[in-house]
T-cell receptor, first 114, second 115 residues
């Protein structure tokens, strides 16, 4: 079975540009999570969805960040405008309810903003 | 509030040595789950194990073993006869109750296995 699929794997962009990260969760999973990993803050939860509905976006750092899940098989995380401090690895993850909360991660999107 | 502490930032051992990674957690819930994930140099996060708060049995999987002790709020991970391929960052994580809030991660322990 395919795991969580993220794209792009690597992106280098200039400050001020819009960045869109994409995620396809594991088929049948009803929760989707976006995490960010930095050296300073470690792994932090940005936002999560249940059945395509955003449940908690309290981890989103500021209004420049937005996330959508138009259907059960696709989600985007958008940064507009991007800043150098947004450079990080962004992980998408998913899980299915009643499986002991195990979350499965994608390979991550490595973002560098110059 | 939930919290996970991995006090060991980096551990370096020689191949074939045993090594234990420590994890201490804090939670007010009586129902919770504990996890270990591995992040190899390639960067992905690989699920290793899940334990629920009602199951304190230790678990062994090949060279890996896990010791869950509620009395000390610890969930330690031991690698026996370490190998170079075990070199990675290992994360301990906690999920409370219904788990809807996702996982709270520790800062990770960077394990270096020298040949």
């Amino acid at each position: 079975d395919a795991g969580v699929i993220q794209s792009p794997r690597h992106e280098v962009t200039e400050m001020g540009q819009e960045v869109t990260l994409r995620c396809k969760p594991i088929s049948g999973h009803d929760y989707l999570f976006w995490y960010r990993q930095t050296m300073m803050r470690g792994l932090e939860l940005l936002i999560y969805f249940n059945n395509n509905v955003p449940i908690d976006d309290s981890g989103m750092p500021e209004d420049r960040f937005s996330a959508k899940m138009p259907n059960a098989s696709f989600s985007t995380l958008k940064i507009q405008p991007s800043e150098p401090r947004d450079s990080a690895v962004y992980f998408c993850a998913s899980r299915i309810q009643y499986t002991g909360n195990t979350i499965y991660f994608g390979e991550g999107s490595w973002l560098t903003v110059v | 509030a939930q919290k996970v502490t991995q006090a060991q930032t980096e551990i370096s051992v020689v191949e074939k040595e045993d090594v234990t990674l420590d994890c201490v957690y804090e939670t007010r819930d009586t129902t919770y789950y504990l996890f270990w994930y591995k992040q190899p140099p390639s960067g992905e996060l690989v699920f290793l194990i899940r334990r629920n708060s009602f199951d304190e049995q230790n678990e062994i999987s090949g060279r890996y073993s896990w010791n869950f002790q509620k009395s000390t709020s610890s969930f330690n991970f031991t690698i026996t006869a370490s190998q170079v391929v075990d070199s990675a960052v290992y994360f301990c994580a906690l999920s409370e109750g219904g788990g809807a809030d996702g996982l709270t991660f520790g800062k990770g322990t960077h394990l270096i296995i020298q040949p």
